[in-house]
Nanobody, 120 residues
Framework: QVQLVESGGGGLVQPGGSLRLSCVAS????????MRWYRQVVGRERELVAE???????NYGDSVKGRFAVSRDNAKNTMWLQMSDLRPEDTAVYSC?????????????WGQGTQVTVFK
């Protein structure tokens, strides 16, 4: 069984501040392909924040380019999202997903999400 667990959110951060989120995959993992960060606000569509493949090729949503940075450590099955110059509009639940290969094949797994609140 595979699990994804996010951490690093919770609490309040002021505009202009920084925060780092983590996403850790555990379980019977053979390989992890692309990992992604999404965010969602109630009543709005889920938005892709950033993605990174196993060769560290990255892609960002337009609203976070130049402010957020995604990275991963394949040996630790971990992905991070370094968020800088945070704005109130960055407030959302941030969740990660990953395309993970197990003995049962390749499928996408999701974490539960972590709240990020940017507020004076």
């Amino acid at each position: 069984q595979v699990q994804l667990v996010e951490s690093g959110g919770g609490g309040l951060v002021q505009p202009g501040g920084s925060l780092r989120l983590s996403c850790v995959a555990s379980g019977s993992i053979v390989d992890i392909h692309t990992m992604r960060w999404y965010r969602q606000v109630v009543g709005r569509e889920r938005e892709l924040v950033a993605e990174i493949d196993k060769f560290n090729k990255v892609n960002y949503g337009d609203s976070v380019k130049g402010r957020f940075a995604v990275s991963r450590d394949n040996a630790k099955n971990t992905m991070w999202l370094q968020m800088s110059d945070l704005r109130p509009e960055d407030t959302a639940v941030y969740s990660c997903d990953a395309a993970i290969l197990t003995s049962d094949g390749l499928r996408t797994y999701w974490g539960q999400g972590t709240q990020v609140t940017v507020f004076k």
